[in-house]
Structure formats: structure tokens, C-alpha cells
């Protein structure tokens, strides 16, 4: 008998059709509803601004990656993953080197210089972003130019929140669909809705994380209010709730993989969301929220593993 095809393996033996480069294209398809919408809103400058960002982060993982002699493993779609979601986190009226920056220190700094994609502890679109919110607050808050003429007003609505004022938000409608100021993919929250249900679908992601952390926002808001003012609906559609909760909180790299672990993670990204946007100094708490739970994802899972099945229990210590 011709034994040449056998592979000999310990258990488990399991096999999935799923590679990196099919999650991040599912990925990718469930970001083109939000990438539409933001091009329609937006104009050129949002193609611009996408192209740029989506470049920079191909080009700049392939030259780490030849510079530090390793393989070239752009194929696998994670950096075009890493430059959308950047430039998804960029108002439109930004110049055209804040992605090449942003997208340059996503790549560079949060993943390669950790050792690349699945080593990376914080997910490096929104550590670019964050980067560049402290590098060019001024930048990264003005959502000015080219906002649609339909739209209200070409401040965030949580901004407006944030300042008290109340009789200046636009309707929910608007808010639902888009016709508000913001980045370029955070607008539209039905599309990113749209999207994050293929990615459950698909199975891609879980619903934990999603579903709990936008829950705990709309409980957590309704209890706490504004200075008396309690709109936990309207809440959930305004500044980068939606974007975060399916698209960045979930990062496989930056997330529990226990189901407990992603209810713990999703509860604190939902409370300290909430007490930034309410209590900080800072009108958005999406992004920051999402970095500090990253960082205490190792803590969540610790204390969250499950026990190895047929594992006997540890001894304790000998007097």
C-alpha cells in the first residue's frame, strides 16, 4: 500500500475551511456597506482618503517585512483590513498624510514590532487612531468639510450632547442613516449594522461582544442620563459605537477567546464607554475603552480558562 499521502498527527484532528485571508475578505465585505455610505456622504475625498490609508498599510507591512528578512504575508488581506478600518476612523476634512501616519504606526508600531499579525496585544487600527487623536486633536475633530448638505450639523451629535445642547441634535432618522457629522465610516450606523450581522452569520465573530457591549451602553445610559436628559436609544446610533462594538472589539487577536471572557470584556468596554462619554473630558469613549480592555484581555483570560478535560486537580503545597 502506497503510504506516501498519510500524515501522521497527534489529536484533536480537526479541520476548517476557514484561512486568515477568508476572514479578512468576509471582513472587507461586511465593511462595504458603511464604505459605501461614507463615499456617498462624503464625496471624493473619502475615496481618497480610503485609498491612501488602505496603501500605506500594504506598503508599509510589506517593507518591515522584507527589511526584517520575513516572509511577505500582505496576501492575507489583514493590512488592507487594518487601512480600512483606519480610514474609517478619519473625518473626511482630514489632509491627505494624517492615514499615511495613522496607517504607518497601525502597521509598524501596534503589529509588526509585537511580532505581526496575532501577536499584536491592541488592535492597531484603533491604536493608529488613537495615535493620531493625540498627535492632531484638531485634525481628527473637525468633521467640517464635505459633510452633506442634508446634514443638520457639521458638529457630532455627541458633541452637541456633551455641550448641553439638547435643541440642536438632529432627528434619530438622520442619525440612523448617516446625515450627521462624524468620520468617514462611524455616520451610517444601519450599514454597520448591516455589516456585523453578516459577520455573525458567517460566523466570524461572536455575538457576545457586540450584542452585550451596545446592551450595557443603552442600560448603563438610560440609568445615568445627561444631567437629567436619558436618550439611550439615540445613544447607541451616535460616534463609533456600532464601529467598534462589531468591528474592533472583536478583533481575534485582542479579544478573550472564552465565552466569559468576551461577556467580562464586553461589560467593561460598554461601562467605560459610557463614563468617558459622560463624565470624561472627551465627547467619544468607543475607542479609548476598547485599547484598555484590550490590555486586560491576558487578566480576563487567566481567570477565565476553562479546566483541560480529564486534568487532575493541582496538589496543594507540602508543609
Not at 473625518?91 to 499579525?117: N, R, T
Not at 440609568?223 to 462594538?245: H, K, N, S, T
Amino acid at each position: 500500500m502506497d503510504n506516501t499521502n498519510i500524515t501522521i498527527s497527534a489529536t484533536p484532528h480537526i479541520r476548517s475551511g476557514e484561512s486568515i485571508q477568508s476572514i479578512m475578505r468576509d471582513v472587507i465585505i461586511a465593511l462595504l456597506p458603511a464604505t459605501v455610505m461614507g463615499i456617498v456622504y462624503f464625496r471624493f475625498k473619502a475615496v481618497l482618503l480610503i485609498a491612501i490609508s488602505i496603501a500605506t498599510a500594504v506598503i508599509a507591512e510589506a517593507l518591515y517585512q522584507k527589511g526584517t528578512k520575513q516572509k511577505v504575508t500582505i496576501s492575507d488581506l489583514s493590512a488592507v483590513v487594518t487601512g480600512l478600518l483606519l480610514a474609517m476612523n478619519i473625518p473626511a476634512s482630514a489632509p491627505w498624510w494624517v492615514p499615511v501616519v495613522g496607517s504607518a504606526f497601525a502597521i509598524v508600531i501596534a503589529k509588526q514590532l509585537f511580532g505581526g499579525l496575532g501577536q499584536n496585544f491592541v488592535n492597531p487600527a484603533l491604536a493608529g487612531r488613537a495615535f493620531l487623536m493625540a498627535s492632531y486633536p484638531s485634525i481628527m475633530a473637525d468633521y467640517a468639510a464635505t459633510v452633506p448638505v442634508s446634514a443638520v450639523s457639521t458638529a457630532t451629535p455627541l458633541a452637541l450632547l456633551k455641550a448641553g445642547n439638547i435643541a440642536d441634535l438632529p432627528s434619530i432618522a438622520d442619525v440612523f442613516l448617516g446625515h450627521i457629522g462624524g468620520t468617514i465610516g462611524e455616520t451610517c450606523a444601519l450599514a454597520l449594522i448591516i455589516g456585523g450581522i453578516y459577520l455573525i452569520w458567517r460566523g466570524i465573530i461572536s455575538w457576545r461582544i457586540p450584542v452585550i457591549y451596545i446592551a450595557t451602553v443603552f442600560v448603563l445610559t438610560a440609568l445615568i442620563g445627561r444631567d437629567g436628559v436619558r436618550m439611550p436609544v439615540y445613544e447607541l446610533f451616535i460616534g463609533g459605537l456600532m464601529l467598534g462594538a462589531f468591528f474592533m472589539a472583536t478583533d481575534y487577536a485582542t479579544s478573550p477567546v472564552t465565552p466569559l471572557g468576551q461577556i467580562i470584556m464586553a461589560l467593561g468596554c460598554g461601562l467605560l464607554t459610557v463614563l468617558i462619554r459622560i463624565f470624561g473630558g472627551y465627547p467619544e469613549g468607543v475607542s479609548y475603552s476598547i485599547l484598555i480592555m484590550n490590555l486586560c484581555v491576558p487578566l480576563i483570560e487567566r481567570f477565565t480558562k476553562p479546566t483541560i478535560f480529564g486534568a487532575l486537580p493541582k496538589e496543594g503545597k507540602k508543609a
